[in-house]
């Protein structure tokens, strides 16, 4: 047993625990890009028919919405291996050309070299890139955010790529700052260290960034998770009322966004 004198009750407690941080104002916002800056689905859909016209084979589907099918399962198929980590970002792109084709009775008796799945990816992806579009609401979103936020992206895809679409669609000035991709990284949506690496990029730390992605699991909650404030861009109104019982703001357009900020940072100071 220790002695000594006994503790003065009118003296100051020792240092203890250190305060949890102030979550403070947001100060900034990172965004995913396909299916929530920019219209993925219609230049894929695009790309993909012209393509398929090009080279004769539109005939091989009842209807061409049974070719976009086809060539969207085989898309989530190879992405999720590209997301694991067992195939490159090109490689993924020659796995769903090979499938595609063997689906469809196309692919060659004698193989297909890499050199020619690239080049018929490429013939794709030419008619798909000339239809490359933000969403009708991003650039005025991004303008109007701009001078008050930090912005930047976190992506399950390769810098190089998403650099050369943001660019095209006139939304990288807004977002160069950071832009973190997962092939570069080393770790895609929703693991923590991606999102905490965007926030890094920011100069923030995460409690002061919200995150706003299409993906339910990947984005919004991955954001949560890593100690981000999450919000998910819904558009096509899937929500089962799953994210009001997580605790995740919903939004249908990116004009709502400055709303769930507004409200955000009324319940940070108390009001």
């Known amino acids: 047993m220790t002695t000594g004198p006994a503790p003065d009750p009118t003296s100051s407690p020792g240092p203890g625990p250190p305060p949890s941080p102030d979550p403070g104002p947001i100060r900034g916002i990172l965004f995913d ?14 790309g993909l028919l012209a393509h398929l016209d090009d080279e004769g084979l539109i005939g091989h589907f009842p209807t061409p919405a049974a070719a976009l099918r086809l060539w969207r399962e085989i ?23 090979r499938r595609f084709l063997a689906r469809i009775d196309r692919f060659p008796a004698d193989g ?29 979103l991004l303008r109007a955010l701009a001078p008050a936020y930090r912005l930047g992206v976190v992506s399950n895809s390769a810098v190089a790529h998403q650099r050369r679409k943001l660019g095209i669609i006139g939304l990288l ?7 973190i991709c997962s092939e570069d990284h080393g770790a895609p949506k929703p693991d923590p260290t991606i999102f905490l690496a965007g926030c890094a990029a920011l100069g923030l730390p995460p409690y002061q960034v919200l995150f706003l992605g299409d993906n339910y699991a990947a984005d919004a909650i991955g954001a949560r998770d890593a100690g981000l404030i999450p919000c998910w861009l819904d558009r096509n109104a899937t929500d089962d009322g799953t994210a009001a019982r997580d605790g995740i703001p919903v939004i249908r357009t990116l004009a709502e966004l400055p709303g769930v900020l507004s409200r955000t940072r009324h319940h940070t100071n108390g009001s």
């Open 33 to 46: 890009v396909d299916r929530t800056l920019f219209d993925y689905d219609t230049s894929e859909e695009h």
């Open 75 to 97: 898309l989530d198929e190879a992405y999720a291996a590209y997301l694991a980590g067992a195939l490159t970002f090109a490689e993924q792109q020659r796995v769903r050309t």
């Open 112 to 140: 297909m070299s890499d050199a020619d799945a690239t080049a018929w990816f490429a013939g794709y992806a030419a008619h798909r890139d000339a239809r490359w579009a933000a969403f009708p609401d991003a650039e005025p």
């Open 173 to 179: 000035p807004y977002l160069d700052t950071a832009l």
